[in-house]
């Protein structure tokens, strides 16, 4: 008996030390993987041109932390058109005035502590891939979507190096956290974490856009299921956030607000009106102005059925927000499309529940592998020197018109299951 004591404890003895080398091991090669992935992004940044999208708040950042300048202000603006153009900005040509709120110009601090661009960029590149990755499991968490083990490698592959995912990295973006902050508090209000979705919905609260029809459907939906904890928790956030940056700059909100218009008068983003006048100058903008019209009468309905308490036909409505959310006339750009991974996701969950019966990948990724290769069709033809100017305008408007006809496509489907006769026998 006290031999088999002994031979128990050290089972549990070997056990826990083999757990602890297996989590050191992961440990190990976790680090090494992301000092792989930031040492490759580096050399990346080495051998391409400067960005606008990162090069502008970090050398706001720096600018503040070493001189103590406004990073709104013309000393900052002059040499970030210095580092950029490699002299001062001329007329006609983008000032590249900061354009980011100052609560979210925080995020930038850290990474203003590198002096080395390059360097600060790979480690801002390695944040974007990693957050790419966590938005695609994150949006498979909030939709209950479970595909094949075989399947998921490729999903969040999909994730990362779809033509908007890419696009990201390259561009040295913000728009994946702005996802990330919208699924994440989706997902926070599906499992009744109220205080951790508002203060999650404060980020794309101070990067309205392509964001603005979710803020408003997720405010009014606030207001009339009286979820004042969501409220409390947006407002603590701010007064966190703004205390900070009042504290820090007190002064940042009207010159942002110049960054803001100059951003808009060089960088006007894109519009159905202006993109469908590229083909049809003439009626092109009435066009555009008759499928925002469609849009808002599409999501006003839409919201009133959200009246009750089904939480699927919530998370389904806010999908449909974000698809139809670039049909409305708000000046978008083409990187921030990026979002529409969330309702993509939905689509394709409800997509293999409607027929559940193709076993292996079934349609939903079959339809995953063809919208990969279709979104990089514009640019392959591109590099391949074909000419697809007149189709550069309408291509991020043509994804979210087919997002949202699929989902509309599939709300019976998805909230009045089953649907078909043969359904139920089975």
Known sequence: MERFKVNRVEFMIMSRTLTLIAILLSILVSIVLLGGLVWTNTLFVQNHPLEKDFLVPWLGARTLLQYGDNPYGDAATQRAQIVYYGRLAVEGEDPLLLSVAFPLELFYFPFALIPNYPLARGFWMTLIEIALVALGLTSLRLTGWRPVSSLLPVLLLFSVFWVYGFTAILKGGAVVFIALAVVGSLLAIQTHQDELAGALLVIPLFKMGITTGFMVFILWWMFYHRRWRILAGILMALIVLLGLTFLFLPNWFFPFVRGVIAHFIYQPGLTPGQMLGTWWPSVGPRLGWMLTGIGLVALLLEWRATRGDDPRQFILTACLTLAITPLLGIPYSAQDVLLLFIPLIMFLT?????????????????????????????????????????WEGLVPMIFPILLTIGLYWMRWWAIHTPRTWSDSLS
């Open 350 to 390: 409800i997509l293999g529940e409607r027929w559940h019966r193709l076993k292996g990948w079934g349609i939903s990724g079959i339809t995953l592998i063809i919208l990969f290769f279709l979104s990089w069709l514009q640019p392959a033809i591109k590099y391949l020197g074909g000419n697809t100017k007149s």
